[in-house]
Nanobody, 124 residues
Framework: QVQLVESGGGLVQAGGSLRLSCAASGRTFRNVAMGWFRQAPGKKREFVAA????????YYADSVKGRFTISRDNAKNMVYLQMNSLKPGDTAVYYC?????????????????WGQGTQVTVSS
C-alpha cells in the first residue's frame, strides 16, 4: 500500500507560481515512478507530468512544458510540481499518483495509487 498526500494548492493570479508537494508513505519509494494529473470540472483527468524513480527521466504534457517542473526527493519520499506562469486554464484539482511499474506513463490507468487531490485556482 502507498498513501499519497498532496499539498500546496490555492488561489493565485494569472502569471503567478505555486509549488505542489506530494508526500508518500506506506512502502518503499524505490522503483516507483510518480506522476501528476489534473481534472477540471466537467473534463477528463489529464496527464501533467511524470518522473522516473531515479529522477533522470521526466515527461510533460505539451500544455505545461516550459512552465512546470516535476522533481522528487527520494530521501524524503517527496514529489514536487513547480508551476510557473500559471494561466486560468490550469485551474483544476491536481492529483499525485504512484506507478509501481516504474514507467512514468501518461496513461492514468497505469498508476496504482492516487492522492486525494489539491485544488489550484488561477484567476485572470
Amino acid at each position: 500500500q502507498v498513501q499519497l498526500v498532496e499539498s500546496g494548492g490555492g488561489l493565485v493570479q494569472a502569471g503567478g507560481s505555486l509549488r505542489l508537494s506530494c508526500a508518500a508513505s506506506g512502502r518503499t519509494f524505490r522503483n516507483v515512478a510518480m506522476g501528476w494529473f489534473r481534472q477540471a470540472p466537467g473534463k477528463k483527468r489529464e496527464f501533467v507530468a511524470a518522473i522516473s524513480w531515479s529522477g533522470g527521466n521526466t515527461y510533460y504534457a505539451d500544455s505545461v512544458k516550459g512552465r512546470f517542473t516535476i522533481s522528487r526527493d527520494n530521501a524524503k519520499n517527496m514529489v514536487y510540481l513547480q508551476m510557473n506562469s500559471l494561466k486560468p486554464g490550469d485551474t483544476a484539482v491536481y492529483y499525485c499518483a504512484a506507478d509501481l511499474g516504474a514507467v512514468g506513463s501518461r496513461d492514468p490507468f497505469t498508476y496504482d495509487y492516487w492522492g486525494q487531490g489539491t485544488q489550484v485556482t488561477v484567476s485572470s
